[in-house]
């Protein structure tokens, strides 16, 4: 059965750093995309990083972009988003989403299969 299972989230001041860690079963990422998605109460989901399996290549959102990297460690079938200088604003439930495809460039909701159950990331100002 494919599983995702997000860990690393918690409460942290405007400032620190967190990475969150999203642990794959049932499938193997080198055939996988890979994205993170976050949902602030009363907002959409949104995009917030993709790696495509392809190539590796990577994409940020605006907002993170320079804050935030995105990496995986295939021999462990682990994906980790490492989040720097956060803000207040970054608060939000984060997901890690699989997608069976290895040319994903976007992180476009639609396009994922697999979902993780989320990991609370709260920053205080």
């Known amino acids: 059965e494919v599983q995702l299972v997000e860990s690393g989230g918690g409460l942290v001041q405007a400032g620190g750093s967190l990475r969150l860690s999203c642990a794959a079963s049932?499938?193997?990422?080198?055939?996988?995309?890979i994205g993170w998605f976050r949902q602030a109460p009363g907002k959409e989901r949104e995009g917030v990083s993709c790696?495509?399996?392809?190539?590796?290549?990577?994409y940020y959102t605006d907002s993170v972009k320079g804050r935030f990297t995105i990496s995986t460690d295939n021999a462990k079938n682990t994906v980790y988003l490492q989040m720097n200088s956060l803000k207040p604003e970054d608060t939000a439930v984060y997901y890690c989403a699989a997608a069976l495809r290895t040319e994903i460039y976007y992180p476009i909701e639609a396009l994922y299969d697999y979902w993780g159950q989320g990991t609370q990331v709260t920053v205080s100002s």
């Open positions: 790696i495509s399996s392809s190539d590796g290549s990577t």
């Open positions: 049932g499938f193997t990422f080198d055939d996988y995309s």
